[in-house]
């Protein structure tokens, strides 16, 4: 596209130019020939078609300023033949360009998820090749080469796909999805695919059921919730609300539902505050909770869960009054999570939740509103402050996903990685995940993200100002403005007691994740059943199981210390 506007002004400036010479060269002749201005006009234009000569001016022909004006007109045609040749063949050029690329980032599919990610990085200015079997997005996605064609294994090789630095794949169609990873592992097995995965829960089976090495599997509502819960930590609601408890009410629990209980419980546990509760309010509440009963059947061991059914309504204004009272009465409300099926239910249903909670008096944190267009609502979001209640916060749009995905960092993997690393130091070689990272399976690779996930709620419980943290990871370095350090990092081990505070805390994470896995307690460790011996209290563990939360705790702070440096470097 840039390279067509140079190509527009320099016509122009040739056409300009071609013209001028010209009238200036005839009009130096008009006396001479008697010609009235439209004459010197009308020889002017001619001259530069460089077919019309005048035989009453043979001696004026080859005047200088006619000869350039014919040069000129001669460069304007030929830019205007190389400019149709161009439009013309534009796209079959891309594509013998696209075939020669490499260190691009590939992105695959017909999902939304695909366009958004394309148009971050042409605005990033990422060299990028975007395949669909679909119709060429209107309007284009500038700077990025999109491709016609109907992805299979020999689209792959014929664009490179093993010389790419990356690999996007998103399709609306999980079967479709599936089939086009396989391609990506054949062509380029050694190069990075991110894997859009709509389903939070089948993103976390695939790779038991597929074993795909080497597949990041993402959801867009999961890491719109990561990156909502690192801003908003619901943990911090709490305290700022002087309550003993979080209790989240979730309006809805389609569009991101399953990924925001998840997210929140794994990423909120701390310390000082008691078993988290959730209120479930969704028509489908008995088929909500029959599919969390048989996918998790222990996970009332970690979290209270309340499952209530307001009864059909098409308009979404209409919030269940009642059942909201007596669930606030029971523990106060903390968040609320808004996930319908689109986002007019869901603004909708915010906004009058927002009402209720102003006209009840009552005070509670943000009311957290999934909707898939970026600003649409304006973030007002006060964790406790005097005055305050129930401020909206919107999240999971598509342009936050294309943004936190990851896609443009060098390796957005780093902390996890170094979590891994430090793992290893302390684990058994039996281990299942005592491989190198490149080597580890999905399932374990997330694990370690959602380590990196719980890291404010370890330091809001050590006793952290977690805002200093917040802060330091906006800042290059970790530094202010006069180059000092933002924040510290802590040395859990250094107090015996606070260790063992945070390695208690650690197996309570620990649990609601396998908890949330499907796993049960039992006397011996099953994997194939999902059974494990540790689904006990912490004062219940073996001291060597106790240890192992001390060595995870110790690794945090290893990992911490690593990543401070390597930032200041």
């Known amino acids: ?70 040069w000129l007109g001669l460069a304007t045609f030929s830019v205007i033949g190389a400019k149709a040749v161009m439009l013309l063949l534009s796209k079959q050029l891309a594509e013998i360009g696209g075939r020669q690329r490499s260190g691009h980032l590939l992105i695959v599919g017909d999902h939304g998820v695909a366009r958004w990610v394309a148009e971050a990085a042409g605005a990033r200015r990422v060299l990028t090749t975007w395949i669909t079997d679909s119709v060429a997005p209107e309007p284009p996605v500038p700077g990025v080469l999109v491709v016609e064609r109907r992805w299979n294994a020999d689209v792959a090789e014929t664009f490179g796909a093993d010389r790419a630095r990356q690999c996007l794949v998103a399709f609306g169609d999980e079967a479709r999805l599936i089939a086009a990873v396989r391609d990506l592992r054949q062509a380029a097995p050694k190069v990075p695919v991110v894997m859009n995965c709509a389903d939070p829960w089948f993103a976390e089976r695939m790779d038991e059921l597929e074993n795909i090495s080497g597949v990041r599997i993402v959801s867009e509502a999961q890491l719109a919730l990561r990156a909502l819960h690192w801003t908003h930590p619901p943990f911090l609601v709490a305290k700022a609300l002087g309550q003993q408890r979080i209790h989240a009410v ?23 505050l008691g078993k988290p509760k959730l209120t479930i309010i969704d028509p489908r509440a008995r088929e909500i909770e029959a599919s969390l009963m048989l996918r998790c059947p222990d996970l009332r ?116 990685r170094q979590f891994h690393e430090a793992y290893r130091r302390g684990a058994p070689d039996h281990a299942a995940a005592s491989m190198p990272w490149e080597e580890l399976r999905e399932e374990h690779r997330e694990s370690n993200r959602r380590l990196v996930m719980h890291l404010p709620a370890k330091l809001a419980s050590s006793g952290f100002d977690l805002r200093q943290w917040i802060d330091a990871q906006r800042r290059p370095g970790g530094l ?36 949330l896995g ?24 073996s001291e060597h199981s106790k240890q192992f939360d001390r060595e995870i705790i110790i690794a945090a702070a290893a990992a911490l210390q690593s990543s401070y440096l390597e930032r200041r470097g």
């Open 518 to 541: 499907g796993w049960s307690p039992g006397d011996k460790r099953d994997n194939n059943r999902r059974i494990h011996p540790d689904l006990r209290p912490y004062e219940d563990l």
């Open 1 to 70: 596209m840039r390279r067509f506007l140079n190509l527009t002004v320099l016509l122009v400036v040739l056409a300009v130019g071609s013209v001028a010479f010209a009238i200036w060269g005839w009009s130096h002749q008009a006396a001479a020939l008697e010609l009235t201005t439209s004459d010197v006009l009308y020889r002017a234009f001619g001259s530069i078609t460089l077919l019309t000569f005048y035989e009453d001016a043979s001696s004026f022909n080859h005047d200088w300023r006619v000869e350039v004006a014919r």
């Open 301 to 416: 061991g970690s979290v209270d869960i309340e499952v209530i059914d307001p009864g059909f309504s098409y308009d979404s204004r209409i919030v269940p009054r009642a059942a909201l009272e007596a669930a606030h009465a029971d523990v106060p409300i903390t968040v609320v999570y808004v996930s319908l099926d689109n986002d007019q239910r869901s603004m909708a249903a915010a906004i009058s939740m927002q009402a209720l909670v102003r006209r009840a008096g009552w005070t509670i944190g943000p009311i957290f509103t999934r909707v898939s267009a970026h600003g649409a609502l304006p973030d007002q979001g006060v964790e406790g402050e005097a005055g305050q209640s129930a401020g909206l916060v919107s999240f999971g749009s598509m342009y936050d996903f294309a943004s936190g995905i990851g896609l443009f960092e060098s390796d957005p993997d780093a902390l996890p």
């Open 250 to 272: 979730m309006l809805g629990f389609g569009r991101g539902g399953e990924a925001a209980m998840t997210d929140l419980l794994l990423s909120s546990l701390v310390t000082y």
């Open 480 to 515: 202010d403005d006069n180059g000092a350090r933002l924040f510290v990092v802590p040395n859990f081990a250094a107090d015996p007691q606070m260790l063992e505070a945070l390695a208690e805390l650690e197996h309570e994470r620990w649990m609601m994740e396998r908890r």
